[in-house]
């Protein structure tokens, strides 16, 4: 039973234009959401993180988004870049004792 | 800072036999230390989470016989596949929680790639 989902697995935008990445879960206990970058060949890194009191988050050209109510967040990158280009995970957390992710976004940026 | 390693990279064993997984917090103590598992297009999977000296907590439906792991130290956990079968063949990827941030902040090794024969 998957918690955490991610229903594109790709996504292909053009340089300049914004990247919008869609992440929706089923546990309202969740209260703690992060997205995460991963290059092939190399762990997944922090991007951005935004708690369950908020419903924005923003860092520099990335914003997340979260909407209580659908248990829905998204990541928006605009403008977006080639090095943007990689596969991006939303995860959620119960009080930080577990993460839970989902299957992951492809992202390719074109020039 | 917070770099994690994981040794090997790629590993190939035939089944029946055993292998361990190094993940090393290079640069920081980790308090905690998270075990995953990836099949292809999936999610990373929990698998356990271990606190340095004491027992590791599995998620339900890990065989802990199977997945032995140990985090002997601050900077050092373990994961050994038991009598290891094609099937346990995955990207097995740690990360680690850091002693001195904040909770949700985890930094992830590269992985291990596993192929069981």
């Known amino acids: 039973d998957q918690q955490v989902k991610q229903n594109s697995p790709s996504l292909s935008v053009q340089e300049g234009r914004i990247s919008i990445l869609n992440c929706d879960y089923t546990n309202s206990m969740f209260d703690y959401f992060l997205w995460y970058k991963k290059y092939p060949a190399e762990g997944p890194t922090f991007l951005i993180s935004?708690?369950?009191?908020?419903d924005k988050n923003e860092d520099g050209r990335f914003t997340v988004f979260l909407n209580k109510s659908a248990k829905h967040l998204s990541l928006h990158i605009v403008p977006s870049q080639p090095g943007d280009s990689a596969v991006y995970f939303c995860a959620a957390s119960n009080n930080f004792n577990k993460f839970y992710f989902g299957s992951g976004t492809k992202l390719n940026v074109k020039p | 800072g917070a770099v994690v390693s994981q040794h090997p990279s790629r590993v190939i064993c035939k089944s029946g036999t055993s292998v361990k997984i190094e993940c090393r917090s290079l640069?920081?103590?980790?308090?905690?230390m998270f075990w995953y598992r990836q099949f292809p297009k999936q999610s990373l999977m929990l698998m356990a989470t271990?606190?340095?000296?004491?027992?590791?907590?599995?998620e339900q439906g890990v065989e802990k016989d199977k997945f032995l792991i140990n985090h002997a130290s601050l900077t050092l956990s373990t994961l050994t596949v038991t009598s290891a079968h094609p099937e346990d063949s995955s990207f097995y990827i740690c990360s680690a929680r850091r002693r001195d941030r904040a909770s949700y902040e985890q930094y992830f090794g590269p992985g291990t790639r596993l192929t069981v024969t």
């Open positions: 640069d920081f103590q980790a308090t905690t």
């Open positions: 271990s606190n340095e000296g004491s027992k590791a907590t599995y």
């Open positions: 935004i708690s369950s009191i908020k």
